[in-house]
């Protein structure tokens, strides 16, 4: 643990800040450079904050920070209308590369 003190206004602020920065993230590749300084503040300041064994810190460090798993898109949803598709065990290091290579079918 750092030996950085946090009052309660400070460590909001951080958290707010680190929070309104994840947005930008949203249009970078998972483990990017920025995103891997975002994530490492982010555990510090949990780390700091909480403690290494609270809910908080543990919950973020466990994210896997890539899509596993089956499940359907599709419906309203789809830009393209065109029924369902489905995903498995799909994982990118670009956010948005994945679309053409989705299996289309019906659902």
């Known amino acids: 643990m750092?030996?950085?003190r946090w009052t309660k206004e400070a460590a909001l602020e951080e958290l707010?800040?680190?929070a309104q920065q994840s947005m930008a993230?949203?249009?970078?590749?998972r483990h990017s450079e920025d995103h891997?300084?975002?994530s490492l503040r982010v555990l510090n300041v949990l780390?700091?904050?909480f403690g290494r064994k609270s809910r908080y810190y543990l919950s973020f460090?466990?994210?896997?920070w890539a899509q596993t798993g089956t499940f359907i898109i599709g419906g309203l949803s789809d830009p393209e209308g065109s029924g369902c598709r489905l995903r498995s065990n799909f994982t990118s290091?670009?956010?948005n590369?994945?679309?053409d290579r989705v299996p289309r079918g019906p659902c």
């Open 2 to 4: 750092s030996p950085h």
């Open 16 to 18: 707010r800040t680190l």
């Open 25 to 29: 993230l949203e249009r970078m590749p």
């Open 36 to 38: 891997t300084r975002w």
């Open 47 to 49: 780390e700091d904050v």
């Open 61 to 64: 460090a466990a994210i896997p």
């Open 93 to 95: 290091s670009k956010t």
């Open 97 to 99: 590369d994945c679309w």
